[in-house]
């Protein structure tokens, strides 16, 4: 079986003027539950500098975990790949690190 991945945001900083988002501590969890204790995980902050008059701002209490997903999704472009292949090159990583602990657990 392969590994199972789950995005999370873990907390948010903002600023409480307007609301404006200013830290994002954010994970990506790969496990797989057919063999004990193999996980790997993948976190870091997001800083962002939050500006209430631009267009497309969202304040805190407006977003959403897909949209707060987004924006860590774009963070970690490389090159000239674009968000999506940001996000599989990171769970195809973890994945990779759950697959090998599976296979030493249970290699006979």
Do not use: H
Not at 20 to 28: A, E, K, L, P
């Amino acid at each position: 079986m392969t590994a199972q991945v789950t995005w999370s945001v873990e907390n948010m900083t903002r600023n409480t003027a307007d609301g404006g988002v200013t830290t994002v501590y954010w994970s990506c969890t790969a496990t797989d539950d057919t063999v004990k204790d193999c996980v790997a995980i993948e976190s870091d902050k997001l800083r962002l500098e939050p500006d209430a008059s631009a267009d497309g701002f969202v304040a805190y209490d407006s977003l959403t975990e897909d949209t707060v997903l987004g924006w860590v999704y774009e963070s970690l472009i490389e090159g000239e790949e674009t968000a999506t292949e940001a996000k599989t090159r990171i769970e195809d990583n973890r994945k990779g690190k759950v697959d090998a602990q599976v296979a030493k657990k249970t290699a006979v």
